[in-house]
């Protein structure tokens, strides 16, 4: 099946420094990724949709440029916390999609702490 | 905001018995999918169902869907420890609509 990974699988940052998480499709080229946020013994939330070439579309209520989406290529979509605060730890899980949308292939997810 | 709800929001069985989870659901949908979550871990597609089905198998899941009812239900036979995780279900209105995931269920399956 469709693998997707994400790098790196944990992280610890002090408050104020930014953080890049990688999501790449290693099996499959991925025309849209998608950018979630899990907290702990919760629902994932949709933060945005990135497609390979385009400018991310974001979620009501998530700021644009405290998480900033990159997709360059059709393999790897990047989202930066950047100057990141306690309340921005949490688990980020990214997902991609091939041609048609029906199923998503989730990566195993990035788990932030910000001291 | 969330569309799926499922019950019960935990679920504890005994091993080799079935597990049965609901979800409901408020507006139409293209299709429902149902996930499974182990701890601090990515999501593992299980299954897809879609609006003008009414009952899916694979393997040891069945899952059903009443579109009059907004609902669906996944049941797992002859569960097994490993089968201990959280689900989700989660719907989308459009064919590339984006997905949007109930709560969860927990369910433990005790050896």
């Known amino acids: 099946g469709a693998v997707v990974s994400q790098h790196p699988s944990w992280v610890i940052c002090k408050s104020g420094t930014s953080v890049k998480i990688e999501c790449r499709s290693l099996d499959f080229q991925a025309t849209t990724m998608f950018w979630y946020r899990q907290f702990p013994k919760q629902s994932l939330m949709l933060m945005a949709t990135s497609n390979e070439g385009s400018k991310a579309t974001y979620e009501q209520g998530v700021e644009k440029d405290k998480f900033l989406i990159n997709h360059a290529s059709l393999t790897l979509s990047t989202l930066t916390v950047t100057s990141a605060h306690p309340e921005d730890s949490s688990f980020y899980i990214c997902?991609?999609?091939?041609?048609?949308?029906?199923?998503?292939?989730f990566g195993p997810g990035t788990r932030l702490t910000v001291l | 905001s969330q569309q799926g709800e499922e019950d019960p929001q935990a679920l504890s069985i005994q091993e080799g018995e079935n597990a049965t989870m609901n979800c409901s659901y408020k507006t139409s949908i293209n299709n429902l999918q149902w996930y499974r979550q182990n701890s601090g871990r990515g999501l593992v597609h299980l299954i897809l169902?879609?609006?003008?089905?009414r009952e899916k198998h694979s393997g040891r899941l069945r899952v059903t869907l009443d579109t009059s009812k907004k609902s669906s239900s996944l049941l797992i036979t002859a569960s097994r420890a490993a089968d201990t995780a959280s689900y989700f279900c989660?719907?989308?209105?459009?064919?590339?609509?984006?997905?949007?995931f109930g709560k969860g269920i927990t369910l433990s399956v005790r050896p």
């Open positions: 997902s991609a999609v091939g041609g048609g949308w029906d199923t998503q292939y």
């Open positions: 989660a719907t989308k209105a459009g064919a590339n609509s984006k997905l949007t």
């Open positions: 169902i879609r609006s003008n089905e």
